[in-house]
């Protein structure tokens, strides 16, 4: 089992919110005896992880051109919903294919397509918008003001059931 910790780090205030964490994994080491471990980890070799607050998934990057491998794919507070950690040069970058759709008021530009691996991996990490059908890097906050669309939300979430064990 792998520990990922997101801390932020006192930066100035200026600096993209994205560059203010850093970012620490452990393999998580539990023994019958009862003794824990944390080993640090310094590299994932040709795996990814996609890390949200809902769900965690690693993928191997050896079939998918398109996913850094030794990475994480990361949520982080706005304005960028998104960043990429590569852990062999602790760096920090944005996806290529962030896009805002909307100022949190109105439609400011259409939705970019077609969608990268990433994007998905992402969304399906972040159960709120992949549940809705939405894009994780796109609806990341949904606007009052999209009626429309919170409607649909609504029908659609109206429609599940969830069966329930009786006595």
Known sequence: MLLVVKSPKFV???????????????????SMSGHHELIPVRSL????????????????????????SNSIYLTVSLPDPVVVHCLSSRSFERPTAL?????GKEMVCPSVRPFTLADHLLTYCNHHEWSNGLMFHEYYFIPESFQGLWK???????????SRVRD
Not at 13 to 19: G, K, T
Not at 52 to 64: A, E, F, G
Not at 99 to 103: A, L
């Open 45 to 68: 070799g040709d795996r990814a992880l996609f890390v949200s607050l809902d769900r965690c998934l690693s993928v191997s990057s050896n079939n998918l051109p398109s996913i850094s």
């Open 12 to 30: 100035h205030p200026d600096v993209e919110v994205w560059r203010r964490y850093i970012i620490a994994i452990f393999k998580v080491k539990i």
């Open 152 to 162: 649909k939300i609504r029908t659609q979430d109206s429609q599940v059931r969830i």
């Open 99 to 103: 896009c805002q759709v909307h100022d």
